[in-house]
């Protein structure tokens, strides 16, 4: 995890909260590209430099079958802007990333939402600034603007235009009539998402269950979680997930509790507070501070530097709805999905960015990142590209089908389809007596 920032000229006195709880190191480069600053405790990992420029980057990313750190990428652009585009494009795993040579400045978030990027562009003053925190821009210019999902900005430093295109032209062609793509991208996806001591956070739901489904069919060591909230679990589906596991030390479990303590609050409330969010559950107490108890109680002991999450599912695979009965007003087309895909996709893909974006807050003020592999983008273009019958013959069907065809326990029934019924709150001891006595007592946080 990372904040970055770059200026034409200057940086801040002094930069937001947010911008420097991701990492304790600071690392500067100011010289005639302009001035550079990354908070990042591996600064090898998110800074590059090569002949014709500097690379400042948030993330994991991989291209291909190989991970990437800023200095690999860098070691592959160039002063070509049509070259640098087509290396930008290449990259997964949903970075942020700034690319400054002499006459251009290159930034995105590289296709989804999930990293925080704002920029500062005011032609007339001749004003430019990138950076990780709306704060950072907001204190110095007081306005500031949120680099778009999927798009590629281009800004020329000497006759200050701005050019923006499409990171990713999707093709929505729906003629496969197999999942087989979709399993082999999913798996990828999962592959290149992983780190060493990655911890998952694992439900009963069906995005989860499909991510540790495959890397538990994919042999990848792996931690998973569970934070017991009063969300509504099928404890059956939870419980057989939890004995499915290859290594029961490796399985977590704590309640999520409020603690006033939390240093992570008052900044994270700050960042929601900026963006004005409307998903109310991202403010609650025991949410923010639940994130707090998992990094010190396992993220922390193992060593762990990510976290793998289930998020994109519910919009991406199934539109909050199924066979025209919409479950949240974020549905788009109450889960048929349509002939006209391209008409509503760009709507479907910015669907609850406020959560990915929290997230991404959330761990990376403790210097965790966060991945979503659902959100990969290869997986979702071979998702489009199957028929409407596929994805519309059971609710969230390719997920349904990947677990069912690696006997790994699902069910559909968490605000899923059985009826879609949610249920009254489960006292939260008793989800705990449900889910198993031998496997709480292995690594339960209280």
């Known amino acids: 995890m990372s904040s970055i920032y770059y200026d034409l000229n200057t940086q801040p006195k002094d930069f937001s909260e947010l911008f420097k709880l991701r990492a304790k190191t600071q690392t500067e480069l100011l010289n005639d590209l302009g001035c550079f600053v990354i908070r990042n405790d591996l600064p090898q990992q998110d800074i590059g430099k090569n002949n014709y420029g500097v690379v400042l ?47 251009h400045v290159m930034f995105s978030r590289c296709g989804a939402p999930e990293k925080t990027l704002y920029y500062y562009y005011e032609p007339d003053n001749k004003k430019f600034t990138v950076t990780s925190f709306s704060k950072d821009l907001f204190s110095k210019y007081g306005n500031y603007m949120r680099v778009q999902e999927n798009l590629l900005y281009v800004f020329n430093k000497y006759n200050f235009k701005m050019h923006v295109e499409q990171f990713k032209t999707w093709n929505f062609e729906q003629y496969r009539n197999n999942w087989d793509k979709v399993y082999e991208s999913h798996e990828h996806a999962v592959r290149m998402c992983n780190h060493p001591n990655s911890l998952y956070m694992l439900s009963s739901g069906m995005d989860s269950g499909a991510i540790v489904c495959a890397a538990r069919n994919i042999n990848i060591d792996h ?16 419980n057989a997930r939890f004995r499915a596991a290859n290594d029961k030390k490796h399985v977590h479990m704590f309640r999520a509790v409020e603690n006033s303590k939390n240093p992570d609050r008052k900044p994270y409330k700050e960042f ?36 793998i999450q289930g998020q994109g599912g519910d919009s991406l695979y199934g539109d909050y709805g199924f066979r025209g009965k919409r479950t949240r007003p974020s549905s788009i087309f109450g889960g048929v999905f349509p002939a006209n895909l391209q008409e509503v996709w760009k709507e479907v893909m910015s669907s609850n960015a406020d959560v990915k974006e929290s997230l991404d807050v959330l761990w990376g003020i ?34 349904a089908q990947y677990m069912e065809d690696s006997n790994y326990p699902y069910t559909n029934l968490k605000g899923g389809w059985g009826g879609y019924n949610w249920k009254e709150l489960t006292d939260i001891d008793q989800i705990l007596k449900e889910v198993g006595d031998d496997i709480i007592g292995m690594n339960s946080m209280g």
């Open 223 to 238: 931690h998973v979680c569970h934070i017991i909230t009063d969300i509504e679990e099928e404890n059956a589906v939870l």
């Open 57 to 103: 980057m948030d993330g994991l990313p991989w291209i291909g079958d190989q991970h990437q750190t800023a200095q690999s990428i860098a070691d592959k652009l160039t002063n070509n802007v049509d070259h640098n585009k087509l290396v930008f494009k290449s990259i997964r795993g949903l970075p942020a990333i700034v690319y400054v040579t002499e006459e």
């Open 272 to 307: 929601m507070n900026s963006k004005q969010s409307s998903a109310g559950s991202l403010n609650n107490q025991p949410f923010m501070d639940s994130h707090n108890q998992a990094y010190e109680k396992i993220c922390k002991p193992l060593g762990s530097i990510k976290v």
């Open 366 to 399: 403790r210097g965790i990142a966060v991945s979503f592999p659902l959100m990969d983008l290869d997986l979702i273009q071979e998702f489009l590209n199957t028929t409407r019958n596929l994805k519309n013959s059971r609710y969230k069907n390719w997920l």
